[in-house]
């Protein structure tokens, strides 16, 4: 149960960590420091790392009887 809590953390944590990563890249964007294309590829890539750090937390959730 404790490993667990600490998976909870941990992931959770990455996850918001990705979200503030997006969060400047669309800044980054809007000062015209970095072009489209390559907002679009890394925000892609950092979402589709977000969708699966998710994953793995609801199944360490269920795993360990926890609410979802």
């Not at 404790?2 to 809007?30: H, M, N, P, Q």
């Amino acid at each position: 149960s404790d490993l667990v809590s600490f998976s909870d953390i941990k992931y959770s944590l990455r996850g918001r960590a990705t979200e503030d990563t997006i969060y400047y890249i669309g800044e980054a964007l809007r000062r015209g420091v970095i072009d489209l294309d390559v907002f679009i590829k890394q925000v892609r890539a950092l979402s589709r790392k977000r969708l699966m750090l998710k994953s793995l937390l609801e199944k360490c959730r269920v795993k360990a009887g926890l609410s979802v």
